[in-house]
């Protein structure tokens, strides 16, 4: 039973998402489930693509791990159990460098750097509702790539734990990634066709 067979004001756990068993793929952020259907467009899955090429390669042998959706995020509010969850998410890139927050469910807490592809259906989520969550679950860099303008925006956390403004990067530009300086990501290989 999927989350669509209960009423719409309820909250729903980690332990609730196990049991869905309606061939959809979901999300939940603070207990609200949100559905990742239809499948991402050719332009997504290609920039996702170059994405995890990018970033894998540079991390091989470095202790830090590259995973691609759909791989779940458990960002508990504090240490309540798994089952108690009520925020899982399936980024389309994480880079998680603590290998204690791997299990295998996926990782449970904020990884390092989060990327998400913009979708026509996603876009309100990935702007605004999911960049709060990862704000306060402590992602230390988020990354929003909108394929359609061909441009990122990287959110940062500053000193005050908050994301500050976003800085924006166009097809052309390289990238010098804020928590992995030495990395370097070229746009014009991410947006290339």
Known sequence: MGPLARMLDDRFTYGDYLTWDDDERWELIDGVPYNMSPAPLVAHQRILGALHLEFGNWFKGKGCQVFFAPFDVRLPEADESD???ETVVQPDLAVVC???KLDK????????????????GTAHKDLKVKRDRYE?????????VNPGERSVMIFTRNKDDRYG????YNDGDDVRVG???DLVISLAAVFAE
């Open 165 to 168: 403004r976003p800085e924006v």
């Open 105 to 120: 469910a996926g990782c449970r807490g904020a990884p390092d750097l989060i990327i998400e592809i913009l979708s026509p």
């Open 98 to 100: 603590d290998k204690m």
């Open 83 to 85: 089952d108690l969850i």
């Open 136 to 144: 306060r679950a402590g992602v230390r860099e988020y990354w929003i």
């Open 179 to 181: 928590i992995f300086p």
